[in-house]
């Protein structure tokens, strides 16, 4: 296989930065995510998530860490098969030296921790970008139509449901429609009402199941055939995610918490390797710094998976 010619060290260097990329990441996403423990119907994680959603840096800056993410991997890969080129005859004796296990601790903390990501963008991020289904929520505010909040009083008013109530409009025009002058805009009027029957629907069902948030700015627990529904009819409302109630929902199932927190311990192993390799590689290191550096490495790997397990089990015991 000609795989292009770039110096092993090149790679080393290229893998330590993208990994030091990753390691901040890691630390904004778990802090992030103890919003999610707040007990304020998720009116704080949900406005992150808004913010993540809609502003067009962070829409940027995902896509690059994606791009970060993948080429990490590609490198490491690159690195493996390269290396194992240039030494095609395996050692008779497998190699004892530390260096040897830790690489190949490496490797396989990688591989979990990329199985784990598939499973983890099945859960959340294809929810966002629409390949996966989920639940959803819109903002109350973009629902504001005045002439379909007005179509909902009226038919709460007369006890009917607003595709009766839109019925009776019609049969109403039908019989008057000789002495009505404005018969072309009442047909308009009724037409665009039928139009948004099905978000009109969505409301109702809000209203009549307490769907909205505490502070009332959220419609929750839309389903994926509602979320097509306001982006076909209503697209300027964008439904987004409703990321807090998945994650709680998520970890009310132990198998889901237990396969969390397996992952946390295997990402603790990956980090704690990590941080020293890219302070070596980077040639950041000092033989008076090491030891300073591998705590700080442990400490780091230590912190994050700390935060990031508290919420798993926190939910699952109700706190
Ligand atoms: C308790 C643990 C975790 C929870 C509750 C969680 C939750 C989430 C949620 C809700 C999203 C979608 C956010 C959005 O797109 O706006 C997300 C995205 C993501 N998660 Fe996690 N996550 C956890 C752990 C992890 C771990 C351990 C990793 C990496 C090893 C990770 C990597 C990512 C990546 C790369 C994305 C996509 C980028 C982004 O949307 O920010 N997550 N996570």
Same mark, same amino acid.
């Given at each position: 296989?000609?795989?292009?010619?770039?110096?092993?060290?090149?790679?080393?260097? @290229?893998? &330590?930065?993208? =990994? *030091?990329?990753?390691?901040? #990441? +890691?630390?904004? !996403?778990?802090?992030?995510?103890? /919003? $999610?423990?707040?007990?304020?119907?998720?009116?704080?994680?949900?406005?992150?998530?808004?913010?993540?959603?809609?502003?067009?840096?962070?829409?940027?800056?995902?896509?690059?860490?994606?791009?970060?993410?993948?080429?990490?991997?590609?490198?490491?890969?690159?690195?493996?098969?390269?290396?194992?080129?240039?030494?095609?005859?395996?050692?008779?004796?497998?190699?004892?030296?530390?260096?040897?296990?830790?690489?190949? @601790?490496? &490797?396989?903390? =990688? *591989?979990?921790?990329?199985? #784990? +990501?598939?499973? !983890?963008?099945?859960?959340?991020? /294809? $929810?966002?970008?629409?390949?996966?289904?989920?639940?959803?929520?819109?903002?109350?505010?973009?629902?504001?139509?005045?002439?379909?909040?007005?179509m909902l009083?009226l038919s709460q008013?007369y006890?009917l449901t607003p595709?009766?109530m839109?019925?009776?409009?019609?049969?109403?025009?039908?019989?008057?429609?000789?002495?009505?002058?404005?018969?072309?805009?009442?047909?308009?009027?009724?037409?665009?009402?039928?139009?948004?029957?099905?978000?009109?629907?969505?409301?109702?069902?809000?209203?009549?199941?307490?769907?909205?948030?505490?502070?009332?700015?959220?419609?929750?627990?839309?389903?994926?055939?509602?979320?097509?529904?306001?982006?076909?009819?209503?697209?300027?409302?964008?439904?987004?995610?409703?990321?807090?109630?998945?994650?709680?929902?998520?970890?009310?199932?132990?198998?889901?918490?237990?396969?969390?927190?397996?992952?946390?311990?295997?990402?603790?192993?990956?980090?704690?390797?990590?941080?020293?390799?890219?302070?070596?590689?980077?040639?950041?290191?000092?033989?008076?710094?090491?030891?300073?550096?591998?705590?700080?490495?442990?400490?780091?790997?230590?912190?994050?998976?700390?935060?990031?397990?508290?919420?798993?089990?926190?939910?699952?015991?109700?706190?």
């Open positions: 296989m000609n795989l292009p010619k770039i110096h092993s060290i090149t790679k080393k260097i @290229l893998v &330590a930065l993208v =990994g *030091a990329f990753l390691l901040v #990441f +890691l630390l904004f !996403h778990a802090t992030a995510n103890l /919003f $999610v423990l707040r007990h304020d119907d998720g009116a704080w994680y949900s406005a992150f998530c808004h913010f993540m959603g809609t502003n067009y840096v962070v829409k940027i800056f995902e896509i690059v860490l994606l791009g970060v993410f993948v080429l990490h991997m590609l490198l490491t890969l690159w690195l493996v098969v390269t290396n194992r080129m240039a030494r095609p005859t395996r050692y008779h004796e497998a190699q004892k030296s530390k260096t040897h296990t830790t690489s190949k @601790l490496m &490797a396989w903390t =990688g *591989a979990l921790i990329f199985a #784990f +990501l598939v499973m !983890h963008f099945c859960q959340f991020y /294809f $929810v966002k970008i629409g390949w996966v289904k989920g639940q959803y929520m819109v903002e109350t505010a973009k629902l504001q139509d005045p002439e379909m909040l007005q009083q008013q006890g595709e009766e839109i019925d009776e409009m019609e049969a109403q025009a039908a019989m008057y429609t000789d002495e009505n002058d404005d018969a072309e805009e009442t047909a308009q009027y009724i037409a665009s009402m039928r139009d948004k029957l099905e978000v009109m629907n969505i409301v109702q069902r809000a209203y009549e199941e307490g769907n909205f948030s505490q502070d009332q700015k959220w419609i929750r627990h839309l389903n994926y055939d509602e979320r097509q529904t306001l982006r076909r009819v209503m697209p300027e409302s964008k439904p987004e995610p409703d990321f807090y109630f998945m994650v709680r929902e998520l970890f009310h199932n132990p198998l889901m918490v237990l396969l969390y927190l397996i992952t946390f311990v295997v990402l603790f192993m990956h980090m704690r390797h990590a941080f020293p390799s890219a302070f070596q590689t980077l040639g950041l290191n000092n033989y008076k710094y090491n030891r300073a550096i591998e705590i700080c490495g442990t400490v780091y790997a230590w912190l994050i998976c700390l935060m990031f397990a508290a919420v798993p089990v926190l939910v699952y015991l109700g706190l």
